[in-house]
């Protein structure tokens, strides 16, 4: 059975810095692409980084330049990077993998910017 754990949210200005951290476990984490969502009140959870298994990245157009996406395979941990964050950046964040075709979620982690 496939266990996310997210941790590293909490409230921080305009402007400032958070890095999110992902533990895997049961899993062939570093076989698995990897992926972070985030869902604000309101709103539908939306996709905003993506990592494979062999490094590569993608971003929502919504942070790029601002976050940045990571993987230690030998920790089986994932991360996002946030910097320059804006208050629109408030959502509770998650991370996500697929595993022989079914998703796997965390918990998720609030992520508050104070304007």
């Known amino acids: 059975q496939v266990q996310l754990v997210e941790s590293g949210g909490g409230l921080v200005q305009a402007g400032g810095s958070l890095r999110l951290s992902c533990a895997a476990s049961g899993s062939s984490f570093s076989l698995n692409a990897m992926n972070w969502y985030r869902q604000a009140p309101g709103k539908q959870r939306e996709l905003v980084a993506r990592?494979?298994?062999?490094?590569?990245?993608n971003y929502a157009d919504s942070v790029k330049g601002r976050f940045s996406i990571s993987r230690d395979n030998a920790k089986n941990v994932m991360y996002l990077q946030m910097n320059s964050l804006k208050p629109e950046d408030t959502a509770v964040y998650y991370c996500?993998?697929?595993?022989?075709?079914?998703?796997?979620w965390g918990q998720g982690t609030q992520v508050t910017v104070s304007s």
């Open positions: 990592i494979t298994r062999f490094g590569s990245t």
């Open positions: 996500n993998t697929q595993e022989w075709g079914k998703d796997y």
